[in-house]
């Protein structure tokens, strides 16, 4: 009896010892795979071709010359400026004299249309600038001075063209950390000028700010890497085109002809001009010429599957990525998706980073006049457009036809069907069935007042019953009655 025990113990000591050798293989296993992703000896960022430390001037580059790069700093301010920002200062059915002079300065200076570039110039690097050039007489590095200003021009400069000489050091300032004084490449005509600049010349815009206030991360860096493995791919397809489209030719000597000198000059000349010229022969005497299979293969689906993750990490629904024909295609629910993400951008970035530090600053150089209190309101993307709004009408149209002549109001009456069916508040239904209950009571007396005239020609002395009601038998004024009778909604 106390065997059996004791072989039970073992048993389970063998159990335990076997888990542990199961969970250390695991783990083993685990570390085995993360030190050859995490391996210092394995460079992937080498081995792949990927840059390491990337330069503002090769997001500028990038930028201007790869379409991509374009569309992933733009489309988020493009996307979001589509609609202009809604200023007020009072009763929305009044222009106040605030509202006018913004008016008159965004027709003169295309105050939005400059900060949509500038917007859009910050994301290439990890900042931005507006320049303001206002009627002062200073120079650039000295503060704007005091009193009534007028705008003259508007520049928008990227970290390519501009730094940060010096920031305030005073921990007591409000401007503790932020920029002093810029240095600025201003390009001329024929000469490229380095100008030191005061900070309240400019107005400072860094996206995607994380852990600093005055550098953000650049819209591509997350995917720059995608951004050159796509370049790759196409470039890759059009070389691979190139030398595909031409197949290559053999040429192969008789072997009857034993050891014999060919003539390379005389073959590579009469090849050229076939190839280059007009010349739709050769004469090759002793030889072959066999043509060799060009290997071309499809790069489309390499390329999708690189944009669609690229789009992923934007957080951009993918059909709305590709372009306006594609995001004609995009679900509703992608949609309200991608504009709420837009609604968020400009109420938590472009109204209190970008609107109104410009017009703070405008106000203060008295180019504006003041004003106590002011809102920043931009309009609803996913209000209904005049499109939406004839689609809706149409529904309604089409369910109220089949509502009428299929004599639903025998199970539902009318009132019970514009509340609970079509959605509308008991209010709007009551105020829909007494309009028509009034019109049917008009198309009553003029139907009436047909009769009498039709009876008086006709010298007819008893009026018949015409079939007007849907049932074919009923009259305008049975049906008035009926629904008269019915019980309100609750």
Same mark, same amino acid.
């Given at each position: 009896m106390a065997s059996?025990?004791?072989?039970?113990?073992?048993?389970?000591?063998?159990?335990?010892?076997?888990?542990? $050798?199961?969970?250390?293989?695991?783990?083993?296993?685990?570390? @085995? =795979?993360? !030190?050859?992703?995490? *391996?210092? /000896?394995?460079?992937?960022?080498?081995?792949?071709?990927?840059?390491?430390?990337?330069?503002?001037?090769?997001?500028?580059?990038?930028?201007?010359?790869?379409?991509?790069?374009?569309?992933?700093?733009?489309?988020?301010?493009?996307?979001?400026?589509?609609?202009?920002?809604?200023?007020?200062?009072?009763?929305?059915?009044?222009?106040?004299?605030?509202?006018?002079?913004?008016?008159?300065?965004?027709?003169?200076?295309?105050?939005?249309?400059?900060?949509?570039?500038?917007?859009?110039?910050?994301?290439?690097?990890?900042?931005?600038?507006?320049?303001?050039?206002?009627?002062?007489?200073?120079?650039?590095?000295?503060?704007?001075?005091?009193?009534?200003?007028?705008? $003259?021009?508007?520049?928008?400069?990227?970290?390519?063209?501009? @730094? =940060?000489? !010096?920031?305030?050091? *005073?921990? /007591?300032?409000?401007?503790?950390?932020?920029?002093?004084?810029?240095?600025?490449?201003?390009?001329?005509?024929?000469?490229?000028?380095?100008?030191?600049?005061?900070?309240?010349?400019?107005?400072?815009?860094?996206?995607?700010?994380?852990?600093s206030e005055n550098f953000g991360v650049p819209r591509m860096q997350v995917v720059f890497n995608r951004i050159y493995d796509i370049r790759k791919v196409l470039s890759g397809s059009g070389e691979m085109f190139w030398k595909g489209a031409f197949p290559g030719y053999a040429f192969e000597v008789d072997p009857e002809l034993g050891d014999v000198e060919l003539d390379e000059d005389s073959l590579k000349e009469q090849v050229q001009d076939y190839f280059d010229g007009l010349q739709r022969y050769m004469s090759l005497t002793g030889m072959s010429v066999k043509s060799l299979q060009p290997q071309v293969a499809d790069p489309s689906k390499h390329i999708e599957s690189q944009i669609k993750v690229l789009a992923m990490v934007l957080g951009i629904p993918w059909r709305i990525f590709q372009g306006t024909e594609e995001a004609r295609l995009a679900s509703s629910q992608d949609v309200k998706v991608w504009n709420k993400r837009l609604a968020r951008r400009q109420n938590k970035y472009l109204s209190p980073f970008l609107v109104r530090p410009l017009l703070e600053r405008m106000i203060e150089f008295e180019i504006l006049p003041k004003v106590q209190k002011y809102e920043i309101k931009w309009p609803d993307l996913n209000a209904q457009t005049d499109h939406d709004k004839a689609e809706v009408a149409k529904s309604w149209t089409e369910a109220l036809a089949k509502?009428?002549?299929?004599?639903?109001?025998?199970?539902?009456?009318?009132?019970?069907?514009?509340?609970?069916?079509?959605?509308?508040?008991?209010?709007?239904?009551?105020?829909?069935?007494?309009?028509?209950?009034?019109?049917?009571?008009?198309?009553?007396?003029?139907?009436?007042?047909?009769?009498?005239?039709?009876?008086?020609?006709?010298?007819a002395s008893k009026p018949s019953t015409l079939p007007t009601g849907p049932s074919g038998g009923e009259t305008q004024q049975s049906i008035i009655e009926k629904r008269s009778k019915a019980p309100p909604a609750d």
């Open positions: 059996k025990p004791r072989a039970k113990k073992k048993v389970v000591k063998q159990a335990v010892r076997n888990v542990r $050798l199961t969970t250390n293989e695991t783990s083993l296993l685990r570390r @085995s =795979i993360l !030190s050859n992703i995490f *391996d210092s /000896r394995r460079d992937f960022d080498d081995a792949c071709g990927s840059t390491k430390s990337i330069s503002a001037s090769q997001y500028r580059y990038l930028y201007d010359r790869e379409g991509l790069g374009t569309r992933v700093v733009n489309i988020y301010p493009e996307e979001c400026w589509a609609v202009d920002p809604q200023i007020v200062d009072g009763p929305q059915d009044k222009t106040s004299s605030f509202e006018k002079a913004l008016e008159d300065l965004n027709e003169e200076h295309h105050i939005w249309s400059q900060l949509e570039k500038a917007d859009e110039m910050s994301g290439i690097g990890r900042f931005g600038c507006l320049f303001l050039g206002v009627d002062d007489g200073l120079r650039f590095e000295q503060p704007v001075a005091s009193g009534k200003r007028k705008l $003259l021009y508007l520049r928008v400069f990227d970290e390519s063209s501009l @730094s =940060i000489k !010096s920031v305030e050091k *005073d921990k /007591r300032s409000k401007r503790y950390g932020k920029p002093t004084m810029y240095t600025v490449k201003f390009d001329g005509d024929e000469v490229v000028e380095h100008t030191n600049v005061h900070w309240t010349r400019m107005i400072h815009l860094a996206d995607n700010r994380k852990d509502y009428v002549a299929g004599q639903v109001e025998q199970i539902i009456p009318p009132r019970e069907f514009f509340t609970m069916v079509m959605g509308f508040t008991k209010d709007q239904a009551d105020r829909i069935v007494e309009k028509m209950e009034e019109y049917l009571e008009e198309l009553e007396e003029k139907h009436e007042k047909k009769l009498e005239e039709q009876m008086k020609l006709a010298g």
